[in-house]
């Protein structure tokens, strides 16, 4: 009897490429902003307030400087980032590779790490489990560098209000500050399960309110916030104009701080970066189709993308046009400084 074999093909979706071509350009977008805009900041004698570190993401970069705190209120996240602290500091390397894997955090062996794993305060590395507009932060500055990376589109107003006078206050006199945010042309509201997930839904500004009380259990929900809103927030966050905007999550005056009635900050630089990554009902992957609208705009041919350099080369000629850069691209990153000239 004849042998029957069989043949197996294997399935390559169709998108793939182009999805791994837009990861690639994501990291190395990260990089070059960090590269251009901050990496200089961080000098061996700084002292750097990471606001709202989560897992300690941003440790290793900021690892050149002279003293470094974290500042984290959810008590898992603060714990991981003390065990990135404590891989740091001790060079051990094998278990700080694991911890950037996020299936590592399923395992009983990292419950067991966090379980077991104590606040770490060293001479260079302090954490605290606060919230970041927290005055006894105060403390351990005045700061040279404050960050604040991509907390804000997660928040309620009178959070990020409370937390910019709080910046204002712990900041020396001729410090930065840097904040990371989502924005959009317009100001509109998600609602995800969790951390990098693409399945999102539209919610209302209420909505997003309720989520931010009920905290990581809730899902996640994110703001997009145009430009000229943010710049206005940042300006001074207890501006009348924004009541109308946030309704109950305004807040007419601090709590917390004594501030100027002059500007608080004034932006020195602003970059836009990342496209926004959509997906389709049958599709398994998905693409960055906004490049399709940077082209056209930038009257070039409509084709798709195919190298990391044409998503780099794209994004670089977005953020040449002061319009464009307001329209496109869904991340910004914001340098600010105190205002020189403030008074009481």
Request: glycine letters at 4%; aromatic letters at 10%.
């Amino acid at each position: 009897m004849e042998k029957i074999t069989a043949t197996v093909y294997e399935t390559v979706q169709p998108y793939q490429l182009v999805t791994d071509i837009t990861h690639q350009a994501w990291k190395a977008r990260d990089q070059e902003v960090w590269a251009n805009n901050i990496q200089d900041l961080i000098t061996p004698d700084a002292v750097i307030l990471d606001a709202g570190c989560g897992l300690g993401r941003l440790l290793p970069r900021f690892w050149p400087a002279k003293k470094i705190v974290l500042v984290e209120p959810d008590r898992r996240r603060f714990l991981h980032a003390s065990l990135v602290a404590q891989c740091l500091l001790n060079d051990n390397q094998e278990l700080l590779e694991k911890l950037k894997d996020d299936g590592f955090w399923l395992t009983q062996e990292y419950n067991n790490l966090l379980a077991y794993t104590s606040p770490l305060n060293s001479e260079k590395v302090h954490l605290v489990n606060d919230v970041m507009q927290s005055p006894d932060i105060a403390q351990y500055g005045p700061f040279d560098l404050i960050v604040c990376s991509h907390i804000f589109e997660h928040i309620s107003l009178d959070v990020i209000q409370e937390s910019i006078a709080a910046f204002y206050n712990f900041l020396k006199p001729n410090g930065s500050l840097v904040i990371f945010a989502c924005k959009s042309p317009v100001l509109y509201h998600i609602h995800a399960q969790k951390e990098f997930d693409h399945q999102h839904v539209l919610i209302t500004r209420s909505e997003f309110a309720e989520i931010c009380k009920n905290g990581l259990g809730a899902g996640l929900g994110v703001r997009y916030i145009p430009f000229e809103l943010l710049e206005t927030i940042l300006d001074n966050p207890f501006n009348h104009r924004l009541q109308p905007i946030f309704l109950e999550e305004f807040k007419s005056k601090s709590a917390l701080y004594q501030l100027p009635t002059t500007p608080l900050f004034t932006i020195k630089k602003w970059e836009a970066y990342h496209s926004q990554f959509y997906t389709h009902k049958t599709m398994e992957v998905g693409t960055y189709i906004e490049y399709q609208q940077i082209q056209a705009r930038l009257y070039r041919p409509i084709k798709p993308i195919e190298s990391v350099e044409e998503i780099l080369e794209l994004e670089q000629q977005v953020n040449q046009n002061e319009t464009l850069k307001k329209l496109h691209l869904q991340e910004v990153y914001v340098l600010l400084r105190m205002e020189e000239n403030t008074s009481e």
